[in-house]
């Protein structure tokens, strides 16, 4: 029987099958989904700076830095 889409899975659904996996497994998919996360985090941060501060000097990396700890405290 083919597997469903991951669209059309109810999110319960894969929710109990994430509590199924081996804990090595669930923690390994926890970090694959906070890193893409923070990837998609960071892109979303970068294109919000270009597009608010077109005609003003660049960001530091160290205000950079700190928008991105405070998104992720949220």
């Not at 998609?40 to 941060?45: G, N, Q, R, S, V």
Request: glycine share 2%; no cysteine.
């Amino acid at each position: 029987m083919a597997m469903p889409s991951p669209e059309k899975l109810p999110f319960d659904q894969i929710i109990r099958a994430v509590k199924e996996l081996p804990l090595r497994q669930r923690r390994l998919l926890y970090q694959q989904l906070k890193d893409e996360t923070w990837g998609d985090d960071w892109d979303a941060l970068t294109a919000e700076i270009r597009a608010r501060n077109k005609n003003l000097p660049p960001l530091t990396e160290e205000e950079i830095f700190a928008a991105m700890d405070e998104k992720q405290a949220h």
